[in-house]
């Protein structure tokens, strides 16, 4: 039997807005031991925010992260997310194909959820997925 993602999805979700600061965000990454957050404006996905964002887009510059907005530094352009009802396969392809390792879950516009390739590396029966979407995750295109 498939699995949907609301199955294996974190329903715990941090987020923060577009017009927070970076080290706000940052903080956020800190205290709950993550490395990425969904941006949402009135409850609407916006973009994510990611360490690897805030480092290479504004601390490698010498921007000052207590001014940088997240806005500015989180990608935004073609939004990729799944859907509660979206089969863990399909799920794992198209992190694959847009080489991302996490996945907002979006229900009605709004994000209810985020799975992981580890959410997907736990579950023993969609180890293959796992490992396949990280290997096209991994590899240059």
């Known amino acids: 039997m498939v699995q949907t993602l609301k199955e294996v999805m974190s329903s715990d979700v941090v987020c923060c807005s577009p017009d927070q600061t970076l080290k706000e965000a940052a903080e956020l990454m800190s205290k709950h031991n993550i490395g990425s957050i969904p941006v949402v404006d009135n409850g609407r996905l916006e973009g994510i925010i990611t360490d690897r964002d805030i480092t290479l887009r504004s601390t490698a510059k010498g921007k000052d992260d207590d001014k940088v907005r997240v806005d500015e530094c989180m990608t935004s352009n073609s939004m990729i997310s799944g859907t ?4 863990v396969h399909e799920a794992a392809q198209l992190m694959s194909d847009h080489q991302i390792r996490r996945l907002p879950v979006v229900d009605n516009g709004r994000v209810v959820g985020i799975v992981a390739l580890g959410d997907l590396a736990t579950e023993n029966r969609y ?11 991994s590899s240059s295109h």
């Open 84 to 87: 509660p009802e979206m089969d």
């Open 127 to 137: 180890s293959n997925e796992a490992e396949a979407a990280l290997s096209g995750i």
